[in-house]
């Protein structure tokens, strides 16, 4: 399993950004994808999570109303598209696949494929 993540950059506080994540070597209807980031010094924290259907999607409370997850089933790719991009928001992003059931779909440990992270830093 591959999970290819892209998009990342420098962007300024104000702009946006769109990350995808290529997944491979699974059948990715199947799975439910999500993303998490983990900024230097802290733990990695769950930003959003979208059902393998894509019938329902989860937010972290910091990003709700920023960021827009979505997924193309016939392209195996999931996407995350971050607007109104904030200092706070600099961290590596990994995209993740699992079948989580509903009460875990915000749980890095419920999530079994982990892609490389790609960075994202938004300056002030």
């Known amino acids: 399993v591959q999970l290819q993540a892209s998009g990342g950059g420098t962007v300024q506080a104000g702009d946006s950004l769109r990350l995808s994540c290529a997944a491979s070597?699974?059948?990715?209807?199947?799975?439910?994808m999500a993303w998490f980031r983990q900024a230097p010094g802290k733990e990695r924290e769950f930003v959003s999570s979208i059902r393998y259907n894509g019938g329902s999607t989860y937010y972290a409370g910091s990003v709700k109303g920023r960021f827009a997850i979505s997924r193309d089933n016939a392209k195996d790719t999931v996407y995350l598209q971050m607007n109104s991009l904030k200092p706070e928001d600099t961290a590596v992003y990994y995209c993740?696949?699992?079948?989580?059931?509903?009460?875990?779909?915000?749980?890095?440990?419920?999530?079994?494929?982990w892609g490389q992270g790609t960075q994202v830093t938004v300056s002030s």
């Open positions: 993740a696949a699992g079948s989580p059931i509903t009460s875990q779909m915000r749980e890095p440990s419920a999530f079994g494929y």
């Open positions: 070597g699974l059948t990715f209807s199947r799975y439910s």
